[in-house]
């Protein structure tokens, strides 16, 4: 069989678009149907989220279900387009920091949660099947790295997760066979450019018993999950290890910034490209460069998530800033990648050199001089001093060299000694985590202070990093905090603002509240400023 490229996008929320009267128009400025302007510029493949009771939730407005659903695919089939059906297993969104059970499902023991699945997933697929508007692939979860239907099926208790998701998976078999159509089943996670999270996760499932699958799903948002470079690297070791195709099945980049948009100027100088019209298209051509060249004889496919929004409507952040349309609606620049691209026409003739270029280092950036005021600040001493709050047993936290850029665990125990040079904290969970690493300290006199640490881990779904100090007098506390937007790809020095601070009692510290990455904390620092 001739090799598949799925040039896709996720279109789910084109309901409550359409519900709002909005208008989509081609680059010339021509108006268009949504399906028109898609099937115009080279789109083939739809993905669909479908949530099991969203009118549950007012924030999901009721969209997403199985209504929507039958609509939408007869929309998909009508224009002959590839169908991949992705089922949350939730009333609302799934990811790597929220796999919430549908409420009909709260209070199901494990076994009943289990045919639940498979109850769910039938139906749904036998009701498509009656219109024959069945899917050609079926996503068993959403971003499903920490798990799916917490507790129950949380990592690291993969023998719960694979009996959840099997459920699901002989629920499209039995389908298949019952209407003699062949539908193949994807698992799909985040951190695409991230091998080593993806390995431990399906080593760990397959080895609890998860049945064979079809295909693997990754997410990948440069702002997130690594550099382009990450993902070429990932999904080549993803199908050498496995033997699957491999698709990134969720993909996006904005193209402006904007004080109400989803993504921060602090978050995208982790992106490698800028937020732009141009960089958007840029960012697509590298995604699916990187897709056709590894995937070899096997299919692929790049699927952006969500691009038929713009900022109308009150929508929400993502409208304003991370679709593929201006602010009337118009197509953007990035759908030339869509309909120009093919193997024969790629977009980068030397990709690699290019990739390299986007990640040049930034010296510039230093932690304030001064002397430090935080004993043992930069952990010789490992964690001595500071008071350490965490929500879970399983907490790896490791003292050694910052010069270890390997994500493994190694070096000593933070509960020993470390070799009396500046050291990192490394911390990291198989599943959800609370950290909190902490210290009181004393104000000699009132001034202007500022505190700073360099830090470097991963980003996703659902990862807060939070640098903070709290002044505690007997006229009360007073807390001021800084969110950080990781980056793996070098250690980045954050700051609060310089404040003003009496004498007295200061509590600082970092805390980590995410799904299962790592972070790397070092030269945790607080200086007067006497300029």
């Given at each position: 069989m001739m090799k598949k490229f799925l040039k896709g996008m996720d279109i789910s929320s084109l309901p409550e678009h359409l519900d709002a009267n909005e208008i989509f128009y081609d680059q010339d400025g021509e108006e268009k149907t949504a399906f028109k302007l898609l099937k115009d510029n080279g789109v083939n493949s739809i993905r669909l989220r479908i949530w099991n009771q969203p009118e549950l939730v007012p924030e999901s407005k009721g969209y997403c279900n199985l209504s929507d659903t039958i609509k939408m695919a007869k929309e998909i089939k009508a224009n002959d387009m590839h169908f991949v059906l992705d089922f949350h297993y939730s009333d609302y969104w799934a990811d790597p920091g929220q796999q919430r059970?549908?409420?009909?499902?709260?209070?199901?023991?494990?076994?009943?949660?289990?045919?639940?699945?498979?109850?769910?997933?039938?139906?749904?697929?036998?009701?498509?099947?009656?219109?024959?508007?069945?899917?050609?692939?079926?996503?068993?979860?959403?971003?499903?790295?920490?798990?799916?239907?917490?507790?129950?099926?949380?990592v690291p208790n993969y023998e719960n997760l694979a009996k959840l998701i099997n459920a699901g998976i002989s629920a499209v078999r039995n389908i298949s066979r019952d209407f003699d159509y062949h539908i193949e089943v994807m698992i799909h996670l985040d951190q695409g450019g991230r091998f080593y999270y993806l390995k431990e996760w399906f080593d760990s499932v397959f080895a609890a018993g998860m049945e064979p699958i079809d295909a693997i799903g990754i997410s990948f948002y440069s702002f997130w999950h690594g550099t382009f470079m990450d993902l070429r690297d990932s999904m080549k070791q993803l199908i050498e290890r496995y033997h699957l195709p491999v698709y990134v099945v969720e993909t996006a980049h904005p193209w402006?910034?904007?004080?109400?948009?989803h993504v921060s100027k602090e978050l995208m100088d982790t992106a490698g490209l800028p937020a732009g019209i141009e960089e958007q298209k840029k960012s697509l051509g590298l995604v699916f460069q990187i897709a056709?060249?590894?995937?070899?004889?096997?299919?692929?496919g790049v699927y952006y998530w969500e691009p038929l929004c713009y900022p109308a409507h009150d929508h929400g952040s993502w409208d304003e800033n991370m679709g593929m349309l201006d602010d009337h609606g118009k197509a953007l620049m990035g759908f030339d990648v869509y309909k120009d691209?093919?193997?024969?026409?790629?977009?980068?003739?030397?990709?690699d050199e290019y990739m390299e270029s986007l990640y040049a280092i930034d010296e510039s950036e230093l932690p304030p001089a001064g002397t430090n005021l935080i004993p043992n600040g930069?952990?010789?001493?490992?964690?001595?001093?500071?008071?350490?709050?965490?929500?879970?047993?399983?907490?790896?936290?490791?003292?050694?060299?910052?010069?270890d850029t390997s994500p493994a665990l190694s070096g000593d125990s933070s509960t020993g000694s470390c070799s009396k040079t500046p050291q990192e904290i490394y911390v990291s969970c198989k599943s959800n985590f609370c950290f909190d690493l902490f210290r009181d300290i004393k104000i000699e006199k009132s001034g202007k202070y500022q505190l700073s640490v360099d830090y470097r881990g991963t980003n996703t779904t659902g990862v807060k990093v939070s640098l903070y100090m709290k002044t505690i007098s007997c006229n009360g506390e007073e807390l001021f905090s800084k969110d950080i937007f990781p980056s793996d790809v070098r250690y980045v020095t954050h700051s609060l603002d310089a404040v003003t601070l009496p004498v007295g009692t200061l509590r600082i510290g970092i805390k980590l509240d995410t799904?299962?990455?790592?972070?790397?904390?070092?030269?945790?620092?607080?200086?007067?400023?006497?300029?």
């Open positions: 059970k549908p409420h009909a499902w709260d209070d199901l023991s494990f076994d009943d949660l289990v045919r639940a699945v498979y109850d769910f997933t039938y139906d749904v697929l036998n009701e498509l099947g009656s219109q024959n508007l069945l899917p050609d692939m079926v996503q068993v979860g959403n971003e499903i790295r920490s798990g799916m239907l917490f507790p129950d099926g949380a402006r910034l904007c004080d109400t948009g056709e060249t590894v995937s070899g004889d096997l299919d692929t691209f093919s193997p024969e026409n790629m977009p980068y003739d030397n990709i930069d952990f010789r001493d490992g964690i001595e001093g500071f008071w350490l709050e965490k929500d879970r047993d399983d907490i790896e936290i490791i003292c050694r060299n910052p010069e799904p299962p990455v790592f972070g790397r904390i070092r030269n945790l620092r607080l200086v007067e400023i006497t300029a």
